[in-house]
């Protein structure tokens, strides 16, 4: 529990102890007032009033912040008007005379500002409660309150000025009436609008129904149509100055201005003969009565007319909210929560439904599938709410892009969609798909600042006769071709990409499991010391032969294997194997022999693999090999793309002592900053460079990576060595390490005996 709940637990205790504390002293000056003897009976009103504004006075100041005291400050004025009006009435008994004279008006004057405030009060409550727009207790506290209206004007109203017509004073208790109906529509909705019924809650409908009972007699009285003693009016008045304040005094007072989760339910069996009472009661018993003047006839049928109207809104309101809310289901079962773009669901809709009219009006369908490029590199540097952020300016630009007609679609992560439907010949579709790589080419401006991101378009079309999640496929498809040829560009699908998905989802179906069945091997290349031309070790390739789809190149099934997740597992099988036999070399060729390494290729998935230091830990301890042994080679691509996290994944593997490589130095970044970084002992020259060798095209830049990287302390090997003439030229250079074909391809263990035997010299 935080320290501010366990406040407000402590604030809600004593909140609790003042309200039982209230309560124990009123009810019995109650008893007292109601049948105490006479001096007993005022003192018992002094100390019950007194009580009263104390309770409205300090029960706010505790359980609310002063933002939310509004609604009781207004009880609370109201209270001490009502206050002045019973001491004037005391003071001055001409003021409350039966039957009443006209000095009656001058409390009165107090009390009706009194009776605004209670019903502003009312009102500031349910504004800080905030009902649901839908929620049908506005429609049901009307019914309450024209159902009590026109009882009031049958039973209360007509008679009394029909007795002496429109003087002031009916006029003025007519006006008490009217007043006691709103604050009853008020409360009424208080109460049915849901949220949080507390004690606070019932208390205010107590002193409410209250003041609507005693006003009523009041009226009577005055009229002279019931006879009732003054005393059975201030027993009302001080059932309403306990009920009030003991509302202010209890912590659930609290609900009363707090907003309210409000649920709109079925109409329950209680709440529909709720209606029907009020509704047919009142109907009912008017309908009864005698037949008065035009004047109490045209009122009653106008009350009964717009009880009848209110039941028909009521019926209105509940078939519309059900409207509004299966059209919002629908909404948010075809739209996209965060940008509000139709989602996949709405996309193959209108997909199909263009489909059915395509042949007939001789239209083309085209779709443009775009994905954002590296938008993962947005969300690993500023967070997932930039990313958002970039999402919905996307969403924006390709809009502000397209048609009225056409649709644009967010149907995952970084995808999205535009759907058109043109005549063929005016190739819309791929002029849009210009058109938006150039827009992309704009940054967005984000509240990190100016955002550069591109993206990958792929290109479908039909005539008609596609069904839409195929064409949807297809885009797809011709989607991840764009990303193939380097991304920021534009890919228009043909049936012969259809196979070669097919062609890699069999691969892809073929290559899980591979390692369990044993169809995996790796294959080993020397690497050989330049300045002795005795073996330094071996670089661990791994190779696969399906039983269905024979040998199969590495360059084939590897990137598969990373995007799929699968390089993980069969990486670590690869370490785990490379290690095994390289111990098993080192055994065989004794201790006196030139130690050997084992180089082992690192992917890009498994550098971001949490799990790859401590898999490193595991293989060195449970086969033995010493760490110095043991080379990981890296990409400067897989490294560049996150380099904070790639830091603590190396500076933790060069803790365990193994030697980290830069493979393939010179495609990626290149970048000698970088370089300096990374805690590396080795650099492969890439073999494109190597090749070259000879003409004099590369070797300026391998004489410059061989100087930079050994005055930084690093070791060069030269990968796709050929001929003698690439490995004298590399000698005299001063290249440490060379491999390739010059020494031998990857092979097979078995193989490799020859090389195993110490002092091996090429």
């Known amino acids: 529990m935080t320290s501010s709940d366990a406040g407000a637990a402590a604030l809600s205790r004593t909140g609790r102890r003042g309200f039982v504390l209230h309560i124990a002293l009123a009810l019995p000056l109650l008893v007292v007032q109601a049948a105490g003897p006479v001096w007993a009976q005022q003192v018992a009103i002094v100390l019950i009033v007194v009580l009263g504004l104390v309770g409205l006075r300090v029960g706010p100041r505790r359980f609310l912040p002063p933002e939310d005291r509004a609604p009781w400050r207004c009880i609370e004025i109201g209270a001490y008007l009502f206050v002045v009006t019973m001491a004037i009435r005391v003071i001055w008994p001409s003021t409350n005379t039966s039957p009443p004279t006209m000095l009656v008006l001058i409390p009165d004057a107090l009390v009706l500002p009194a009776y605004l405030l209670i019903g502003a009060a009312f009102a500031g409550m349910l504004k800080r409660r905030r009902a649901g727009e839908d929620d049908p207790a506005r429609v049901d506290a009307v019914l309450v309150g024209l159902a009590a209206a026109l009882l009031v004007w049958t039973f209360v109203l007509e008679p009394a000025l029909a007795g002496s017509g429109m003087s002031p004073l009916r006029v ?19 109460l049915l609008a849901g949220g949080a019924r507390q004690p606070a809650m019932w208390l205010l409908i107590i002193a409410s129904s209250g003041m609507f009972l005693g006003d009523t007699y009041y009226t009577l009285r005055n009229a002279e149509l019931i006879d009732m003693s003054t ?28 907003p309210q989760h409000i649920v709109v339910r079925d109409l329950s069996r209680r709440r529909l003969a709720l209606i029907a009472l009020v509704v047919s009661v009142p109907t009912a018993v008017t309908s009864m009565m005698p037949a008065g003047g035009l004047a109490n006839d045209l009122i009653r049928t106008a009350l009964s007319v717009l ?124 002029s849009l798909a210009d058109r938006l790589l150039e827009e992309f080419a704009r940054p967005f401006p984000l509240s990190v600042g100016d955002v550069v991101v591109s993206a990958s378009i792929g ?98 099934f590897i990137p598969v294997a990373e995007e799929t997740g699968m390089i993980v597992e069969m990486g670590e099988w690869l370490l785990r194997e490379s290690a095994r036999q390289l111990v098993e070399w080192s055994l065989e060729r004794g201790p006196e022999a030139r ?97 070259r060798i000879g003409d004099g095209t590369n070797e300026p830049i391998v004489r410059a990576v061989l100087a930079m990287t050994h005055a930084m302390g690093h070791r060069v090997v030269a990968e796709g060595v050929e001929t003698p003439e690439q490995r004298d030229w590399l000698r005299n250079q001063g290249c440490d390490m060379i491999q390739g074909w010059l020494y031998g391809k990857a092979d097979r263990p078995a193989n490799l005996t020859h090389w195993i035997t110490p002092h091996v010299t090429a």
Not at 231 to 238: N, P, T
Request: glycine residues 6%; charged residues 25%; negative net charge.
């Open 172 to 190: 003025v208790d007519a006006l008490f009436s009217i007043f006691d109906v709103v604050l009853l529509v008020l409360v009424a909705q208080l």
């Open 459 to 556: 290109l479908a079309k039909s005539h008609g006769g596609a069904h839409a999640l195929e064409l949807i496929r297809d885009a797809d498809t011709a989607m991840y071709k764009a990303k193939g040829s380097g991304r920021n560009a534009v890919a228009l699908f043909d049936s012969s990409l259809r196979e070669k998905v097919r062609d890699r989802v069999n691969l892809e179906q073929a290559l899980r499991g591979a390692g369990e069945r044993g169809e995996l091997a790796v294959h080993f290349q020397p690497i050989i010391d330049v300045a002795s031309g005795e073996l330094d070790g071996f670089e661990a390739l791994m190779r696969w032969e399906s039983p269905t789809l024979g040998f199969v190149s590495p360059m084939e």
């Open 595 to 691: 130690p050997l390494h084992v180089s082992v290729n690192v992917a890009v998935r498994q550098l971001r693999d949490g799990s790859l230091v401590r898999v490193v830990d595991e293989v060195l301890r449970d086969t033995g090999l010493p760490p110095s042994a043991l080379w990981l080679e890296i990409t400067e691509s897989g490294v560049m793309e996150n380099i904070e996290a790639a830091l603590l994944t190396l500076n933790a593997l060069h803790a365990l002592g193994v030697t980290l490589c830069i493979d393939d130095f010179g495609t990626g970044y290149s970048s000698l900053s970088y370089l300096q970084r990374l805690p590396v002992g080795i650099v492969k020259i890439d073999r494109s460079f190597v090749m």
């Open 307 to 430: 009880l009848m109207l209110a039941v028909l809104a009521r019926v209105v309101r509940s078939n519309n909210s059900r409207a509004r809310a299966e059209r919002a289901s629908r909404r948010r079962a075809t739209h996209d929560a965060l940008t509000d773009l139709p989602n996949r669901e709405l996309l193959s809709e209108t997909v199909s439904e263009w489909g059915d009219r395509v042949t007939g009006e001789n239209l083309e369908i085209s779709l443009l599938f775009i994905d954002l490029d590296r938008f993962k590199h947005v969300n690993d540097r500023w967070g997932h709410e930039v990313g958002d952020e970039l999402l919905c300016a996307v969403a924006d630009r390709l809009s502000a892009q397209v048609r009225d007609e056409d649709l644009v679609c967010r149907i995952g992560g970084d995808e999205f969609v535009i759907a058109l439907a043109s005549p063929s010949h005016l190739r819309l579709a791929e």
């Open 231 to 258: 005393h059975v009016l201030d027993m009302i008045s001080m059932v309403m100055f306990v009920a009030v304040p003991a509302a202010a005094m209890h912590p659930s007072m609290r609900t009363l201005t707090e």
